[in-house]
């Protein structure tokens, strides 16, 4: 997905339709969250697919292999473009949850599987105390890059503080998906670790996801312009 990933941060179907007809756009690249997906159901990630629309579902995954595998054999179903896993849950986890959508995959092609390494709602002193990993923030984000590149995953999300040396200690094809982008002296609301648009291009992101700074926005049609203005610098 090249262009800026709209976080649909909103709890109903009728809300998120509201919300796409102040954007003059006729496709868009478009997160489905927990909230929204477990409210609107599989019926309309299809009716976003068939207005045109690349679809992130953002579920996160994370159980054992076997359930993973049988989710994502049932997701890939809804022709979405890209999902993703907790990198924690493993190694053979990450690669259940790949088979299950290459076998799910009707058309032939299957989504990206990216896996979530660190959130960007997470300080290094939080990780350390709360998940008792003793490593830096970063050295961690590398280890589940690492893990999922090794388990054959497309990418991972990440804050674009790491994209650069992930893409060092993987492959520049490997997806760094960055949530956390504010435009300059936007309020960060519950994120840690924000950067602007630009300064994720420069620090080597290869996706971003932006939310509030648009749904949020007076006028999202600007909003959402002067991100894709700033992103494509």
Sequence with gaps: ???????????????????????????????????????????????????????????????????????MRVIAGLGVDMVNVHAAGGKRMMEAALSGLESGSKSGKRPKLIAVTQLTSTSEQEMQKEQQIKTSLLDSVLHYSELAYSAGLDGVVCSAFEAAEIEKRTHVDFLRVTPGIRLLNAKADDQKRIVTPSDARRMKASSIVVGRPITQAENPQIAYHKIVEEWGK
């Design 1 to 71: 997905m090249t262009k800026p990933i709209i976080a649909l941060d909103f709890s109903t179907a009728e809300q998120v339709e509201g919300f796409l007809a102040k954007i003059a756009e006729e496709q868009l690249a478009l997160k489905v969250g927990m909230e929204l997906f477990y409210s609107a159901g599989p019926a309309f990630i299809r009716e976003l697919k068939n207005s045109g629309h690349a679809i992130f579902l953002d579920l996160k995954l994370h159980d054992i292999p076997n359930t993973v595998e049988r989710a």
